[in-house]
């Protein structure tokens, strides 16, 4: 078993022109995440339900990897779709809606290096950049209080070569016989969970193995958040 997480490095301020922006870093895999606040502008949808709203874009550099991806296709993959939609999900989960204003909130998350859990580290930095994003939006007097209710952690785990590992890099992901995504809550409770057996199927016991170890990594990522906003 490998219980523990690879290195974090959490970078404020990354980018002065954002709103709110973190460089986050697991290990090699280094995600910028910059947020754009557009005042007075939600989706349609929104308008009647008379609430704001937050989203992302995900997309890796084009030698992010070992080997260059055009931006386009890397951009317009389903992948990528699929990730977008993740990081916004996870995000909306902590945040009531209704007490954010008539305002989007976009969420930039590029890949700078990715060796494994680029998900995972796109939320975690997502969530660090939303908090500052907030802040600001309350020390220019434009909210009240805060509408975020909870933390948000997110962390990779899986079995490889018959063990479980936390936080797998890009090696232990292209091997692993089962991969898992687990986001979660402050309170300890699931946003979302992803595991698919790529090379052998798990059992239930196995899985009740992989969702404590990515609770256990999940806190220790909560805690470094914590010190950092």
């Known amino acids: 078993m490998k219980p523990i997480l ?107 290096e990715a060796d494994g859990g680029t998900r995972v580290a796109s939320i975690n930095g997502a969530y660090i950049a939303l908090i500052f994003a907030i802040n600001k939006l309350i020390g220019e007097k434009k909210l009240d209080k805060s509408p975020v209710n909870d933390y948000v952690g997110a962390v990779s785990t899986g079995i490889c070569e018959g063990k479980l590992v936390l936080d797998l890099c890009a090696k232990e992901d292209n091997n692993a016989d089962v991969d898992m995504n687990v986001v979660m809550t402050g309170e300890g409770k699931f946003i979302e969970i992803q595991s698919t057996a790529e090379k052998v199927p798990f059992t239930e016991a196995e899985l009740k193995k992989m969702l404590e170890l990515a609770r256990k990594g999940i806190r220790q990522i909560i805690t470094q958040i914590k010190k950092t906003i």
């Open 6 to 112: 690879r290195p974090i490095k959490i970078t404020p301020d990354f980018v002065k022109s954002g709103e709110g922006s973190v460089l986050f870093e697991m290990g090699n895999t280094r995600v910028l995440c910059v947020v754009t606040i557009n005042e007075d502008t939600v989706p349609k949808f929104c308008e009647e339900k008379g609430i704001g709203w937050i989203t992302a874009e995900y997309a890796m550099l084009p030698r992010a990897g070992r080997q260059r991806t055009p931006l386009s296709k890397s951009v317009n993959s389903g992948r990528t779709q699929e990730i977008q939609r993740l990081i916004g999900r996870s995000l909306r989960a902590v945040v009531d809606l209704t007490k954010l204003g008539k305002r989007t909130i976009i969420i930039d998350c590029s890949v700078i």
